[in-house]
T-cell receptor
Framework: ETGVTQTPRHLVMGMTNKKSLKCEQH?????MYWYKQSAKKPLELMFV???????ENNSVPSRFSPECPNSSHLFLHLHTLQPEDSALYLC??????????????FGPGTRLTVL | QKEVEQNSGPLSVPEGAIASLNCTYS??????FFWYRQYSGKSPELIMS????GDKEDGRFTAQLNKASQYVSLLIRDSQPSDSATYLC??????????FGGGTRLMVKP
């Protein structure tokens, strides 16, 4: 595997389900990110982890719970979601967010549908 | 609210023409900008980054940054149908948190 991978690629869940999204980066990067992309809206940053420490929570509802066990893996735990949470969830990674020139590379995304 | 604005388009250009995509921003604090291309149903892929005032060229792509006027542009020379996609402009702020514009949809017609 190369780059940034995400599983599953598609997920359909009910409002009472609990599911998790997984992201893995094979680039040796130190920072990982979760973004949400809804139809007709710009990409929205949700969470940032730098060296496994969460450095940003962009006012995300508590029904989204991130976990970063190491610099290569990032999870997004989902519970009691709403239909409006249906979106493409993108993971990204970068080398060093302290650098102004740091570049983020995106995974393929998980298309989530909440029924 | 720090924003990045783009015309949603679609911008339609004939094959072989120059496509010009523009982006304006309100936050003067960060001067790092990125252009990503996103095909329908796919994730964003980096095209170019620009950090200094002026032009930066990479193959058929030229990024331009004008700090005084607070705009960033992307020129695509010799546009091809395969360039048809949504182009996302992003500004980096402290901690490399990206603020994205809504994207401009480009259509290159054969």
């Amino acid at each position: 595997e190369t780059g940034v991978t995400q599983t599953p690629r598609h997920l359909v869940m009910g409002m009472t389900n609990k599911k998790s999204l997984k992201c893995e980066q094979h680039l040796g990067h130190n920072a990982m990110y979760w973004y949400k992309q809804s139809a007709k809206k710009p990409l929205e940053l949700m969470f940032v982890y730098n060296f496994k420490e969460q450095t940003e929570n962009n006012s995300v509802p508590s029904r989204f719970s991130p976990e970063c066990p190491n610099s290569s893996h990032l999870f997004l735990h989902l519970h009691t979601l709403q239909p409006e949470d249906s979106a493409l969830y993108l993971c990204a990674s970068s080398q060093d967010p302290g650098l102004g020139t740091d570049t983020q590379y995106f995974g393929p995304g998980t298309r989530l549908t909440v029924l | 609210q720090k924003e990045v604005e783009q015309n949603s388009g679609p911008l339609s250009v004939p094959e072989g023409a120059i496509a010009s995509l523009n982006c304006t921003y309100s936050d003067r604090g960060s001067q790092s900008f990125f252009w990503y291309r996103q095909y329908s149903g796919k994730s964003p892929e980096l095209i170019m980054s620009i950090y200094s005032n002026g032009d930066k060229e990479d193959g058929r792509f030229t990024a331009q940054l004008n700090k005084a006027s607070q705009y960033v542009s992307l020129l695509i020379r010799d546009s091809q149908p395969s360039d048809s996609a949504t182009y996302l402009c992003a500004q980096s702020r402290a901690g490399n948190m990206l603020t994205f514009g809504g994207g401009t949809r480009l259509m290159v017609k054969p």
